[in-house]
Every structure is written in C-alpha cells, then in structure tokens.
C-alpha cells in the first residue's frame, strides 16, 4: 500500500511537469548545499530546481505523460522546471556548468519534445526572446516601409505630372497670345 506521504510528492511533482513550459534533468553529484543554493538563486524564480527521488520521479514523469525522461532517472537527479522562458534557465544552467562542471546537464523536455543535452546546449545558445522578438519586429518594420514606399511611388509619380501640366497651363495662361 502506497504512503500517503509518498502519494502526495507524485502527485506534486507530476502537477510540475504539467505546469512547468520546460523540464531540464540534471545530475548534481559532487556540488555541495552552497552550491546548489547558488544555483537556485541563479536560476531566478521561473524556475524550480528540485533534488528529486528516482522512484518518485518516475511515476511523475509517466503520470504527466513526460515518459521519455523516464530512462534518463538514474543515479542522483535533479530537476529544474521552467515556468519562464525556457532559453534564459537553458542559458542559467549552462554556464553555472561551466563554472561548476560537476552540474551535468542530461536532457529534458521543451513543449512536450525530448532535447538531450546537446539540443539544450543548441538552446542556451539562442538569443532571449525579447532580442528576438525586437530582431523580428525591425525585420517587418523594415518590409513595411518597403511596401509603402513601393505603393507610394505611383501616387507620386502622379501628383508630379500633374503639377507639371498644371504649371504649364499656368505658364501657357500668363503669356499673351502672340499678335499676328
């Protein structure tokens, strides 16, 4: 019979993995408290980084149909789950691995899709969303004054040749007719 204790951290931690827009499994062996205090702190609050228990995490991970990381739940783990954007927690625990290289990034889950650590690796590497979405929005800024100079340019066309004759007339109009 299942502890009611024990019944409750799953149920906990697959409401996690539901929730969270990223999962990134990780193995902490060898960073001690203050380490992994720091890593905490690092990560900012969109992301919850949790020592879990294989076994716990396990029945989770297959209650919140995250099945795939199920296989990579050996040995001791760790789990950050995102809740903000996915590149910034991608970037965070990248590079407190490269100044702590006992952090080992396994792999984890992106709306829904497996990454292994080298696709998370590939993700640490993108632009913040907000540089993209500004990087996007220059781009269509950009066409947009394109296509309103495109359609602009025969209105101006236009209103040129029309000036023209209307100053010829006006030129015409203003000089006596020549006498015979």
Not at 71 to 87: C, N, Q, Y
Request: no cysteine.
């Amino acid at each position: 019979m299942a502890r009611p204790d024990k019944v409750a951290a799953v149920s906990e931690l697959a409401e996690e993995f539901r929730s969270s827009t990223a999962v990134v499994l990780t193995e902490y062996r060898g960073l001690s408290m203050a380490e992994l205090s720091q890593l905490r702190r690092t990560l900012g609050a969109d992301v919850t980084y949790a020592v879990v228990k294989n076994t716990l995490a396990k029945r989770a991970a297959a209650d919140a149909g995250a099945d795939v990381l199920v296989d990579s739940l050996t040995g001791p783990s760790a789990i950050a789950f995102v809740r903000g954007d996915p590149v910034e927690a991608a970037k965070g625990l990248r590079d407190f691995g490269k100044a702590h290289p006992a952090l080992v990034v396994r792999g984890g889950l992106l709306s829904g899709a497996y990454l292994d650590a080298t696709a998370l690796g590939k993700l640490a590497d993108l632009e913040s969303r907000e540089v993209l979405l500004a990087k996007a929005a220059g781009l269509m800024k950009g066409s947009l004054t394109q296509a309103v100079a495109l359609l602009a340019a025969p209105l101006a066309s236009t209103a040129r040749a029309v000036d023209a004759l209307r100053q010829q007339v006006q030129a015409r109009d203003a000089d006596p007719a020549p006498a015979p």
